[in-house]
């Protein structure tokens, strides 16, 4: 099956600068790649995703590039603030087994003011 | 309001007393999943469910069950919970695009404790 790896687990950084988190995965058949917020005690919520047939996507300040060769993708952020202070789930799916997800066990990053 | 909401939220309950955790939504969305949230663990998918009547294994269906007998609910089913099964479940429901995943809306949580 799938298994995703998510680096790193805790991320600080200093408002402004940038925040990147790297996911890498083993199917070469998945095709799905969405990206998670959740927030202290609340429910995950999808910040952006990306498929298989584009490298790269942006929206506003957040951006997903995937490697399908190398079998990675990474969550992009800049000009971060102190709001983006969250943990991260990356995630895979693919389309022949479209029901089945695959999470990354999470970053936690804190965006320090 | 589109949502996706679980019941109940918090509960504490003892070893092999079966339980029920309710999900529904109100989106029409043909695909549903549950996960258990674990520290340092991130989501793990127990079971989903395709369309209705159509139910499949995640990566840790032991001890759970499910059934899909309406669209909109998707309730989970622990027959005899055991101390192992604490933890934060999320439901969570999708349209599915020819097949392919599409954003997943997940509901509040339900937060168990198996004592």
């Known amino acids: 099956g799938e298994n995703v790896e998510q680096h790193p687990s805790t991320l600080s950084v200093q408002e402004g600068d940038s925040a990147v988190i790297k996911c890498t995965y083993s199917d070469s058949a998945s095709n799905y790649f969405p990206w998670y917020k959740q927030e202290l005690g609340k429910r995950p919520q999808l910040i952006i995703d990306?498929?298989?047939?584009?490298g790269e996507k942006k929206d506003q300040r957040i951006a997903v590039t995937l490697n399908k060769t190398a079998k990675h993708f990474s969550l992009h952020i800049t000009e971060t603030q102190p709001e983006d202070s969250a943990v991260y789930f990356c995630a895979a799916s693919e389309n022949t087994n479209a029901g089945k997800s695959t999470f990354g066990d999470g970053t936690t990053l804190t965006v320090k003011p | 309001e589109a949502q996706v909401t679980q019941n109940p939220r918090y509960l504490i309950t003892v070893t092999g007393k079966k339980l029920t955790v309710t999900c529904s939504q109100n989106m029409n969305h043909e695909y549903m999943s549950w996960y258990r949230q674990d520290p340092g663990l991130g989501l793990r998918q127990i079971y989903y469910s395709m369309n209705v009547e159509v139910t499949d294994k995640g990566d840790v269906p032991e001890g759970y069950k499910v059934s899909r007998k309406e669209k909109r609910n998707f309730p989970l089913i622990l027959e005899s919970p055991s101390p192992n099964q604490t933890s934060l479940y999320f439901c969570?429901?999708?349209?599915?695009?020819?097949?392919?995943?599409?954003?997943?809306?997940f509901g509040p949580g339900t937060r168990l404790l198996v004592l």
């Open positions: 969570a429901s999708s349209l599915t695009n020819r097949g392919g995943q599409e954003t997943q809306y």
């Open positions: 990306i498929r298989s047939n584009v």
